[in-house]
């Protein structure tokens, strides 16, 4: 009965994320694809990142934050020209899980989502279309208000450069064991990060050596959508 009851339960939380398509993690297994996001920014370690993927002719999905897109829009301009994908993280990064119940945590993810789209709208002309909620929020409210508000919440597969006790090499070598076919990498491009900067053309070069393909989350996700289609 116990087990019923758990099926059930597993049933109503994850059937009506994946049914509808508003949330992901991942993209396809089958397809042999990386994307890499980088969450917080424009921050001091973005200009380092962007020569990187530049050089290696990668693109990437940048979830921007609208304090600190407020304090470097030209550098949201120079992402979004070079090619890169512009996503949403939320104007003030609070994190909703500890938000009270009581005083309208609903309309304040709304107004934290969409005065961060109004931002990068205002500055480059482009429309998120992603969303990562901080802290990986995902709640009944937040797919009611993606669905609403035409977003796809998108966490990560892996991630682990908040970790200070990994040198480059450990994380590194961490990035590469949970790189798989359809993975979202999450990393972080607010503060200076030397470690990154020195880990991910390494993490580049030996993805492709394995034959992989970079593309943005909104390019990976689209093609999971095509495939379960078929
Ligand atoms: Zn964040």
Redesign the pocket.
């Known amino acids: 009965m116990k087990k019923i009851v758990f099926i059930l339960l597993l049933l109503i939380v994850a059937v009506p994320l994946y049914a509808e398509q508003v949330f992901y993690t991942r993209g396809s297994s089958d397809i042999k694809e990386i994307a890499l996001s980088f ?2 920014g424009p921050g001091l370690n973005t200009k380092d990142i962007l020569k990187i993927l530049d050089k290696k002719d990668v693109k990437a999905t940048f ?1 921007l ?1 609208g304090t600190s897109v407020v304090k470097r829009p030209k550098l949201v301009k120079e992402i979004y020209s070079k090619g890169h994908e512009l996503a949403n ?1 939320t104007y003030n ?1 609070m994190n909703f899980f500890r938000y009270d119940e009581e005083t309208g945590k609903e309309e304040k993810i709304k107004e934290e989502l969409l005065s961060c789209q109004d931002l990068i709208r205002d500055i480059t002309g482009y429309r998120t279309k992603l969303v ?1 909620f ?2 990986g929020y995902l709640r009944e409210d937040a797919i009611e208000i993606a669905k609403e508000t035409n977003y796809k919440i998108i966490n990560w597969t892996f991630g682990i450069d908040w970790e200070r006790d990994l040198d480059q090499e450990e994380m590194l070598k961490l990035y590469l064991e949970n790189a798989k076919p359809g993975t979202i990498f999450l990393m ?1 491009d607010l503060q200076k990060n030397p470690k990154i900067v020195k880990m991910l053309p390494a993490l580049i070069d030996k993805l492709k050596e394995k034959k992989y393909n970079f593309v943005t989350v909104g390019e990976m996700i689209n093609k999971r959508n095509q495939e379960e289609k078929l």
Do not use: N, Q, S
């Open positions: 969450d917080d979830f934050l993280h990064h990562r901080p802290h972080h």
